[in-house]
């Protein structure tokens, strides 16, 4: 009788490792932030939408980029 063998989800593990750099680096790059753009799933965008406006209310002068990528994905 052959094992049940566990898929691995490479998307969702990579979307997690670069949210959690993203959470915890004050600047992250626009090439991190590019490539969580593209693993999203439609569920997902809330949340990262969330850590976004997170940065915008912390800072005094948020970033237009930042603001833009918010507005593409509302």
Sequence with gaps: ???EQ???DVRS???RALMEKVHDDPYPSATMLD???SLLAP???PV???ELLERVRADRFPSI???QRIDRLV
């Design 1 to 3: 009788m052959p094992s």
């Design 6 to 8: 566990k898929t691995y």
């Design 13 to 15: 593990a990579l979307l």
């Design 35 to 37: 490539m969580i753009e």
């Design 43 to 45: 569920h997902e965008v």
């Design 48 to 50: 990262y939408v969330e």
């Design 65 to 67: 980029d930042m603001l």
